[in-house]
């Protein structure tokens, strides 16, 4: 039985969203377990989920993997929490419905892309200098 779909493809912050995950080299987009879901060989980003410990779910919250120099601060902020399923494996999430920074949200994507992607695709970031 195939799970159900948890959210509404004309949503206004998937659409914001998906277009920075998409924009990054070699992106795609699949509906794994209800949810879009971002990769780039390995998933790198999902739209949606639960709290670890919780069973409240966070349907406008982006699902990265953080860097790792990152994560220890991420952790203190009380914007991000732990998701479910995904915790155990590193994985923080930010409830967009709650932040309205999307400078931020295209630097953790960029951020969880290069935890992930292969070096091709990386190779294609802009640099610093760029």
Known sequence: MPHP????????????????A????????????GRPNFRCGKVFAVYGGGEK???????HA?????????KAALEQDERFFVPAYY?????????????GDWDEVAELLDASFRQVAPKRAIAQLPTESD
Request: aromatic share 8%; net charge negative.
């Open 5 to 20: 779909i948890m959210f509404e493809d004309d949503d206004p912050v998937l659409a914001r969203l998906r277009a920075l």
């Open 53 to 59: 410990g919780s069973r409240e779910r966070r349907d």
């Open 62 to 70: 982006l699902l990265f993997i953080p860097d790792p120099g990152e």
């Open 22 to 33: 998409l924009a990054l080299p070699e992106a795609t987009e699949k509906v794994s377990h």
């Open 87 to 99: 915790g155990p494996y590193g994985w923080l999430a930010l409830d967009l419905s709650l932040d």
